[in-house]
């Protein structure tokens, strides 16, 4: 009994020791993560125009989520998104992985290839988005150059008025400088192998194709899911690229939900319309991370069997 | 975003320093009233007062001593301004005469940046949180009706502003609700500029604008025939708006309606469009460019006809920068059937906070910045025309201007606001989206101009703008 009355004693104590270190990280979170959601929730329920401040704020209810709802250009940026998400995502997976197969062989000299292909990746983003700018310039750009030395378009091609054209440079800026972090986790996933399995399959009579489809690739899932959380997530909030690269336009044909959201927040300063946006925003993303991290929970409790 | 540090920055400074001058102000007080019962009985309490009070008051002293010539004793008025170049120089130099000639006022210059949207945007933040400072603001011609009525810049009437000065086009654009709130400061024009190594004279109307800038690139070689700003932007209103005068429209008519989806202004879109598609005479590239990608085009000898700013001008008389140097002029954008030559306004208006401490100094410095002499000097220095149509008739205007006044003056003249109301920025963002979509050929004019003008009427009408009449009659 006595035992029993000083194990649950101390028990309780370095429960009460546990909350007192938690605390202070708790309420970091609170402060920093949840307040402002909460905020932005509440701000989403009124009407709240800086320029109009005539109209006060008023509670209105869902009216915000209401005009979310049935706003075209909302649907038009959500579209805009998902396409460039698929398609960025998708070339990033793919070179990365092509990339990253390469890195891991043994040769001379791999720590500088290495250190060399994070280079685009370093690059600020803003700074990136204005070098294709210039070397998409339907003008002065090496691109509408070097295809018409090449015979492919005879004359000079104006890419962002062009409603789909505008995509190639947003697409390709993004996947030149985000491909080398994709490669990168992919390395680290190519590294955790264990060579022997690769032995096995050879004695097996495995060919190289077979042994990247039957091991490097189931293997690598884990790591191939990492890459996808982050570069989908990314995507899905892009701005800076597309703010600098085309503003959205032409028309609004480029331009994605985070833009649209800047522009109703910090444009045209709609409180409560922005929150609103933002709030769905927060919405998509906090489901697509949930439905990553299910699957990957999967993997990793599966990976050691 | 990266303003707001700096805008709490201000915010916390103007905070302290009223603050420290009020403590001082108690502190003299205090010490005053102390001395003078010291005559009366020597009280030790009031002695101790003093005493604290004398020591307060070093110590505030000692405070501003620190803070450099932050605080006196005169009325300061803050005026957020550019920072650079020219055009800083010579507004130092006018506020620094103001202060000579104002012993008891004291102007504060705050740093603001250039870009029109940055600057709203700032000015917004601190109107919104009632910040008294800063006292003056430089608006843009399109935010008075805004400010004005959202109640956050003052009503100038009351001190009797010399309106009738003025070019009247410059006055309307700056009244909301029958009353003056912004005195024009310097006045913007769009114009068209046409080099006179290639043609004769500049084109009458738009037509012959067209045929001639065909010829310039048939026969002088030369690579586009005519610029202008066709980004998706502001600008871009800008140009559309001159092209809609020229046939007879409007995007919104006198009693507030929307008329942006007439038979002219379809007309007027066309025209834009099919100088792109049909002639070619205007390049695709032109819906990428804002004013300095028109400009550079021009200056490289590039393009035949222009539409820009009067900025321009001193620029591209410049030889070192310029391959046109003294081959171009200005001209009014021509006309078409059905309307006339049309230019838009703008230009910088000044006005007063209505949190302002100090409105009537602050007003002494507008009417100071306001007088022909330092309009004169504006012009002279960094080449911004004046808001006095009286001063065009001044040989020292001739000199400064690179533009012959008179032609200048007919040019102003025809100058027609963009639509006077508090939500303009939203409704010129509805109308940049679809005039852009039918110059990059998404959407045909037509139907681009009657989705911009539903949304604009669907704008009005939710913000409790709409005009009176029932149904939207007479469009």
Redesign the interface.
Known sequence: MRGDKRFVGAESREARLAWAFVLPALGTILLIALFPLAWTVWESLHVH???????GQPFVWLANYAEVLTDGRFWGAMLHTAIFTVGSVTLELVLGLVLALALNRAYRGRGLVRAAVLVPWAIPTVVAALLWRFMFD??AGIANAVLMDIGIMDRPF?W????AGAWVPIILADVWKMTPFVALLLLAGLQNIDTSLYEAARIDGAGPWRQFLHVTLPLLKPAILVALIFRTLDAFRVFDLVFVLT???????TEPIALYTFNAL????RFGYGSALGVVVFVVTFALAMLYIRALGVELTQAPE | MALKPRQQRLHHRARRSSLRTRQARSGVRSLLRALRSRDEEVDLQTSVQAWAAAAALAGVLGIHACAGKDEDWRAVVTFPASAVGAEAQVLRDQLERFMLEHPDVRIVRRETPDAADQRHQLYVQWLNARASDPDILQLDVIWTPEFAAAGWILPLDGFGPPVEEYFPATIAANRWDGKLYALPWFVDVGMLYWRTDVFRDAPATLEELSRAAARARDSAGIRYGMVWQGARYEGLVTVFLEYLGAFGGRIMDDDGRIVVDSEAAVRALRFMVDEIYETQNVPRSTLTWQEEQTRFAFQNGQAAFMRNWPYAYPLMQDSAESRVASRFAVAPMPGADGGEPTAALGGSQLAINTNSENPEAAYAVIEYLTRPEQMLERARVVGQYPTRPALYGRPELARALSVAPDQARRIIERAVPRPVTPIYTQLSELLQIRLHRALTDQQPPRAALEAAAEEMRALLDKVGLAPKEPNGAGR
């Open positions: 125009d800086l320029r109009m401040p005539w109209r339907a003008q104006v962002f008025i062009h409603s503003g959205g336009g032409p028309g609004t044909s910090l444009q045209n300063l």
